[in-house]
């Protein structure tokens, strides 16, 4: 189980360290390209096409955070009406489409990403296979956390955040 959760702690941290390192490297790379328009009069050219690839490998990778601190929205007015007993059939029923969501996503996207080898991208020529690929690795960060949340859920233990921890920290 320690095994695990060394895994677990290492894909998060990965996540986070991806997410942060797309996002500087978006704002530099849109900040450098301003300069080149506007002082040197040389936009490159190849820019946009990177800062969009690397926008959606940061949407995926985002939607995986929100997942990891349970932050996805739910319109639960009827739901909350119900029994405690009714509430916990819709939230398993829920969450197993959730689940199920997620696997058909990480096989059509591992789908996408093998067709997409010989479409390359018109400036650089980088194939689409390395941005589609976003979709089953950021699928499986999100797997692997809301399997994480299920399985809790099912055994009756509180979700605990990486946000509930960073507020018990500051409490100390």
Not at 140 to 153: A, D, E
Request: positive net charge; aromatic residues 12%.
């Amino acid at each position: 189980m320690r095994i695990l959760r060394k895994f677990y702690d290492l894909i998060r941290k990965l996540d986070n360290f991806l997410s942060m390192a797309a996002m500087g490297f978006i704002i530099l790379l849109a900040c450098a390209n301003v300069f080149m328009r506007y002082v040197v009069g040389k936009p490159w050219g190849w820019v946009e096409e990177v800062t969009v690839f690397t926008f959606v490998w940061l949407t995926m990778l985002g939607a995986s955070a929100v997942i990891h601190v349970e932050g996805h929205c739910s319109i639960d007015v009827l739901v909350n009406r119900m029994s405690s007993r009714g509430r916990r059939i819709i939230s398993i029923i829920g969450d197993v489409i959730v689940l199920i969501t997620l696997c058909l996503l990480i096989w059509f996207g591992i789908l996408l990403s093998i067709k997409g080898h010989t479409k390359l991208t018109p400036i650089l020529g980088i194939p689409y296979s390395y941005i589609d690929a976003s979709i089953p690795v950021c699928c499986s960060f999100m797997l692997m956390y809301y399997g994480r949340m299920f399985w809790n859920s099912l055994r009756g233990k509180r979700n605990t955040t990486e946000l509930d921890d960073d507020q018990e920290e500051s409490k100390q």
